[in-house]
């Protein structure tokens, strides 16, 4: 583990699928449904994963990202691994709406309006849960 590294010291918002190399994660963040693919172990850049590892976390970024589109519609999906704060091996997995305040621009940039409230549907959580573990239920 790194000392102060956000993700080996936390899970890094609301866990809601884990397996031996990876979980998702629902941020903490207003933009709804945005997601985290973090690595388990920390690993500063995907390509000192090995090739059977770099696959498996793009498979889960991958699955994250169909199963958002299908729970949220979103006008877009981003998708990014930046890690200049947290070098730590993430995928940002963002569903994006017209009306979020920072929308055409990246959800790092100034906001561009005032957001409008968007709820997650009932049960997001649980449900984005049920779906990666069967679509993972059958990997090793």
Known sequence: MKAECVFCDSDGGLEVYRDERCRVVIADDP?????RVVWNAHVREMTDLPAADRRHVMDVVFAVEAAL?????PD????ASLGNLVPHV???VVPR????AHFPSPVWSAPQRKAEVR????????RLAARLAADFETQG
Do not use: S, Y
């Not at 709820?119 to 649980?126: C, E, G, H, M, S």
């Open 97 to 100: 709406f017209a009306t979020d």
């Open 69 to 73: 589109r299908e729970f949220l519609r």
């Open 76 to 79: 877009k999906m981003n998708v």
């Open 119 to 126: 709820a997650l549907p009932p049960n997001f959580a649980q």
């Open 90 to 92: 993430h995928w940002h």
């Open 31 to 35: 933009i709804p449904g945005f997601c």
